[in-house]
């Protein structure tokens, strides 16, 4: 069993910044690649920022330059600084991971997500 779980949403303001984490624990064998996403009432969930094991990056181009990826492997942890935000970031961000478990399994898993609201 694995369990991503997420932390560090809340309510900024326009311009301001946040920092999310996701923690991934659990019979984790080896983590191929972790990422966020984010969904919007009325809306489909759509990528935000993805980072493999080699330490690519790939972001939507809506938050290229404000929004940073990071990855601390010895703590399973996926970090997503997030910077000038504007209120259409707003949304529930969820944390992704395509895990392999300590029984063999690969599979994508998610976590519970955590509500970002951008407002004055």
């Known amino acids: 069993q694995v369990q991503l779980v997420e932390s560090g949403g809340g309510l900024v303001q326009p311009g301001g910044s946040l920092r999310l984490s996701c923690v991934a624990s659990g019979s984790i064998s080896s983590i191929y690649s972790m990422g966020w996403y984010r969904q919007a009432p009325g809306t489909q969930r759509d990528l935000v920022a993805r980072t493999s094991s080699s330490g690519d990056t790939r972001y939507a181009d809506s938050v290229l330059g404000r929004f940073t990826i990071s990855r601390d492997s010895a703590k399973n942890t996926v970090y997503l600084q997030m910077n000038s935000l504007k209120p259409e970031d707003a949304a529930v961000y969820y944390c992704?991971?395509?895990?392999?478990?300590?029984?063999?399994?690969?599979?994508?898993?998610w976590g519970q997500g955590t509500q970002v609201t951008v407002s004055s």
């Open positions: 992704n991971g395509f895990i392999k478990t300590t029984s063999g399994t690969l599979r994508s898993y």
